[in-house]
């Protein structure tokens, strides 16, 4: 028969996986990941190169850098993916590495605008001072001072500028207009105007005349070309940073490790060259090097950089360690079970990778305002030019056309455009350092909102370990035949419950019969076939199923759910036989986790599969009020639909197959690191310890995040409601005084890279600003 999920008192586990397999990764497939990367409603955009829809671009694991691999994506439009370096579309940004490597050079762009910038900057300096005192101090050349102002701006504008202009002509040929789109007509007219007036000054009238000469504008576009390069450089560089989080997880992973071969020697081996099934030496102070189970030798582990556990945890033959952390005394012998893209490392990296490329609801409003910014801009541009020259002061078309240029320079988008990307970019790098893995911007968003919160009990308040407690049989029986006929027919399970039992009666050297049959009910248990005869093992619905009358062990059982086991009739054909308890400990951190949770506000609910009694002896000891027992999965997704409906802002956190729908349909799903894929790829958060203080660690991370946001969108817009009036002139009639284009390209530049300074402090913010791992 079909191998099924084991059940014993609510508690389902598939897969071929249980409770304690510390090995089990955040996966994604390949479309969940490019889903987690993507907005709904986003459309990838088509440029000169073929650009790839997320839900057809699949990184497994940590990628390679290299020209033909890698993919590279827009930091405020993800949609936007192609093989190679480019620009985006849509806005034009230059596109980055989807997944920053170690070995990866400088960015070719930053290395060239770097280039542009100070070959022509002594250029842009000479034509600033000629344009402001040259008349003063060279008054000889004055009759040839808008050549020599030519001259010397043309290789600043033409050239260093260059980049600019395609960007600007690519907008507008794609119908995207963006900031270059504003940057390539302010400075277009600048210098496009300034060369007419020094080629043919007699086409303007004599009021355009300033000091003798009819007055050029080479100067704005020149420094405006040079302020440009500056923020895109300071921008570039800042931007590398946020991939700082990824750059040290990738900088964990080890290079090499010690392979045992058969004949009992051992050899440095390159990592791509380990295989699932070798046994590796890992020595004191090594990394280890893969995931994998110790099969001999006793160590503490040392695994905070990956689950932000502080204190080195004690590995002995049987417990699984993971890949990268390290080991800090003993030798240890391990036997590799995960490697490549499979290790934990691999899956966290990909992951955060996921998250940061995502858009936060948040940005929505940044869009819509984007979509149609630049062209109001340039309507107001025209209106300021109009406005002056028709109504201004002498000489009002020339005021008008310098206020006209301020307004295309100061109203720059990019900041606008960055102010959502940076902060989840920043946070999700944070996090992960914190063991904390999000989904998405969506999650860090909406987990601020919580108010309830929604916890199974095993493998979340409990260790998920279950331990043997003791066998009851029943009169006429002994308690050695019930152990051996229960663990004969949990034979065929995975769940710890199983385990446990199964390895009591190893130990106790009981001789075990394969079942024929396994079946297993949701929600209540399993059944099979022993030595011919129907054997079932679970709660008291399947026995009430069977027609069998479990109430003389009533007050036994009963008995040890108060002292918090969990308890399992056995029966054979229609005969009770006994019972067998297990007891799963409380994790130690949860008290503490709980505490946090109930200071923070929140309202705990324990929803779990275990019998009522068992359920209320461990909430008693926790100090959880409102408890559910012998709850199935759709019971548990009732419960989450039934507290939405009553307006709550609702959490979900478990670890098992049965917790999958109800951490789907929450408004945050949490997910335990140590607990099953469904789970993990259901939930919108995974805690890699499973330990439930990091939810208390992430809802403040959440608040810390959004209001990062909301300061940079805020200054976006308000530099944007304060920039493009004063440009126009506003200030004109009140302090005589016009906004020179050459200090609307500095706040231009200046305000992108102000964003991104403001969002990277998330990532230096010290764990007593959002609680320490």
Same mark, same amino acid.
């Given at each position: ?224 070309? *040079?302020? +440009?390069? =500056?923020? %895109? /450089?300071?921008?570039?560089? !800042?931007?590398? &940073?946020? $991939?700082? #989080? ?94 490549? *893209?499979? +290790?934990? =490392?691999? %899956? /966290?990296?990909?992951?955060? !990778?996921?998250? &940061?490329? $995502?858009? #936060? ?96 009990? +095993? ?315």
């Amino acid at each position: 028969m079909k191998h099924d999920p084991h059940e014993h008192s609510g508690h389902e586990h598939g897969n071929g996986r249980c409770h304690h397999d510390h090995t089990a990764p955040p996966q994604m497939t390949g479309n969940a990941r490019s889903a987690a990367a993507r907005a709904p409603g986003d459309v990838t955009a088509v440029a000169d190169k073929p650009f790839t829809d997320a839900a057809g671009t699949e990184a497994e694991g940590v990628q390679p850098a290299g020209p033909a691999g890698t993919i590279y994506t827009c930091p405020m439009h993800p949609q936007i993916q192609q093989s190679g370096p480019g620009n985006c579309p849509i806005c034009g940004m230059s596109l980055e590495p989807m997944m920053p490597t170690l070995e990866e050079e400088e960015n070719p762009e930053l290395a060239d605008f770097r280039r542009r910038f100070w070959w022509t900057l002594p250029l842009t300096v000479i034509v600033a001072v000629l344009a402001m005192v040259g008349h003063r101090l060279f008054s000889g050349i004055q009759a040839y001072q808008s050549w020599i102002e030519l001259a010397l701006s043309t290789p600043v504008v033409l050239w260093a500028g260059w980049p600019f202009f395609v960007r600007g002509v690519g907008s507008i040929r794609k119908r995207n207009p963006n900031m270059w789109t504003l940057i390539g007509i302010g400075v277009s007219a600048a210098y496009w105007y300034s060369v007419v007036a020094t080629v043919a000054p007699g086409l303007f009238p004599a009021r355009f005349e300033m000091h003798g000469r009819i007055g050029v504008y080479f100067e704005a576009a020149a420094v405006i070309i *040079s302020l +440009t390069l =500056l923020g %895109q /450089i300071l921008e570039l560089r !800042a931007r590398s &940073q946020t $991939s700082a #989080a990824i750059k040290s997880l990738l900088g964990l992973a080890p290079k090499t490790a010690r392979r045992i071969r058969t004949d009992g020697r051992e050899e440095d081996v390159e990592l791509s060259h380990v295989h699932v099934g070798d046994q590796l030496r890992v020595r004191p102070g090594e990394k280890v090097p893969v995931d994998g189970t110790v099969i001999e030798g006793e160590s503490a582990i040392d695994e905070s950089m990956l689950t932000g556990e502080p204190l080195p945890v004690t590995k002995r033959a049987g417990d699984k360690v993971i890949g990268a952390t390290i080991n800090t005394s003993g030798s240890l012998i391990i036997e590799s079970e995960r490697v490549g *893209s499979q +290790t934990m =490392l691999s %899956q /966290i990296v990909q992951m955060v !990778a996921s998250a &940061q490329r $995502s858009r #936060a609801p948040m940005q929505r409003l940044a869009d819509v305002v984007a979509g149609y910014f630049v062209s109001v801009v340039v309507l107001v541009a025209v209106a300021t030019l109009l406005g002056w020259g028709l109504f201004g002061p002498e000489p009002g078309w020339v005021y008008g056309f310098v206020n006209a240029v301020a307004v295309l320079i100061i109203a720059c988008p990019c900041a606008l455009g960055l102010a959502t990307p940076m902060s989840i970019m920043a946070a999700t790098g944070r996090a992960a350092t914190q063991g904390i893995l999000f989904r998405d911007a969506a999650a860090i968003e909406a987990m601020r909102k919580v108010d309830t919160l929604i916890v199974d009990k +095993t493998g979340t308040l409990t260790e998920g370990k279950p331990a043997f407690d003791r066998v009851v049989a029943a009169p006429g029986l002994q308690d050695e035949e019930v152990l051996r006929i229960a663990a004969s027919l949990d034979q065929g399970s995975e769940h710890p419950l199983a385990h446990a039992i199964v390895a009591e009666a190893r130990k106790r050297e009981l001789r075990l019969d394969k079942p024929e049959t396994f079946e297993s009910s949701s929600g209540i248990g399993v059944r099979g076939t022993v030595r011919d005869q129907r054997v079932s093992l679970g709660n008291t619905a399947l026995m009430e199923s069977e027609g069998i009358d479990w109430k003389p062990m009533q007050r036994i059982a009963e008995e040890l759910r108060q002292a918090g086991a969990s308890v399992m009739y056995l029966a054979r054909e229609d005969r009770l036989m006994g019972l067998v308890a297990v007891s799963d400990p409380v994790k130690e951190t949860t008290p503490e986790a709980l505490a946090a949770l109930r200071d923070a506000g929140l309202r705990v609910v324990m929803a779990t599969g275990d019998g009522v009694t068992t359920a209320k002896a461990v909430a008693s000891r926790l100090g959880i009020e409102e408890v559910q027992g012998e709850v199935k999965p759709q019971d548990k997704l009732a419960l989450v639909q039934q507290l939405q409906n009553e307006g709550r802002v609702v959490a979900m956190a478990g670890d098992g197959i049965n917790d999958a729908p109800a951490l789907a349909k929450a408004d945050v799903g949490i997910a335990m690191g140590t607990g099953t894929d469904v789970a993990i790829n259901s939930a919108h958060v995974t805690l890699i310890k499973g330990d439930l203080r990091a939810i208390a660690r992430s809802r403040l991370l959440s608040l810390q995040t959004v209001r990062n946001m909301r300061q940079n969108l805020g200054f976006a817009f308000i530099y944007n409601a304060l920039g493009i009036p004063l440009a126009a002139g506003a200030l004109y009639p009140f302090t005589g005084q016009l906004l020179s284009p050459m200090i609307a390209a500095l706040a231009m530049s200046l305000s992108s890279v102000s964003v991104i300074a403001n969002a990277l402090r998330l990532r230096r913010m010290q764990g007593d600003d959002y609680g320490s791992a």
